[in-house]
């Protein structure tokens, strides 16, 4: 009996030792943990500092949308702006689905010196196929020589 009393205490404390030590261990693993965190954290806010996003200002010139607008405020060189509408007709029974180009208008800028701009609009509608009644139509094309701002 008296073995068996003994044999009982020591597998209880050597139970508790094991106990606490892997609790310790535990508790660096999520100290380690919660400063990697911290670190990544840390790091992501670095990063969104050193990364700007310009703003998007929108300006317009003389009554001009704002795509075609563009090449007046950029630097010298190309500009490119537009917009377009697609058409999806995704039948269920009886048609085939059909897809329409509907109408795709790039606007199109070059700013040769601060005070000549070219600056077009082109207008493509269905897709510029004949067959669907489409067409090919310059909206809009000049260069622009600015004598005074």
């Known amino acids: 009996m008296k073995k068996l009393a003994v044999l009982a205490l020591t597998t209880g404390l050597t139970a508790g030792v094991f106990?606490?030590?892997?609790?310790?261990?535990?508790?660096?693993?999520?100290?380690?943990l919660e400063e990697q965190n911290q670190q990544l954290i840390d790091?992501?806010?670095n990063l969104k500092q050193q990364v700007a996003i310009p703003e998007l200002r929108q300006k317009q010139f003389a009554g001009l949308g704002y795509a075609a607008s563009k090449v007046y405020f950029s630097p010298k060189g190309l500009s490119i702006g537009?917009?377009?509408?697609?058409?999806?007709?995704?039948?269920?029974k009886d048609k085939?689905?059909?897809?329409?180009?509907?109408?795709?208008?790039?606007?199109?800028?070059?700013?040769?010196?601060?005070?000549?701009?070219?600056?077009?609009?082109?207008?493509?509608?269905?897709?510029?196929?004949?067959e669907r009644g489409g067409e090919v139509a310059v909206e809009f094309a000049y260069i622009?020589?600015?004598?005074n701002k």
């Open 82 to 92: 537009g917009y377009g509408e697609i058409i999806y007709q995704n039948w269920e």
């Open 96 to 130: 085939k689905d059909t897809t329409d180009l509907y109408r795709f208008i790039p606007y199109i800028g070059y700013k040769f010196t601060d005070n000549i701009v070219l600056n077009a609009e082109i207008e493509f509608e269905h897709g510029a196929n004949p």
């Open 144 to 147: 622009d020589f600015l004598l």
């Open 43 to 45: 790091e992501i806010a």
């Open 19 to 32: 106990a606490d030590s892997e609790l310790d261990t535990i508790k660096q693993k999520l100290k380690t």
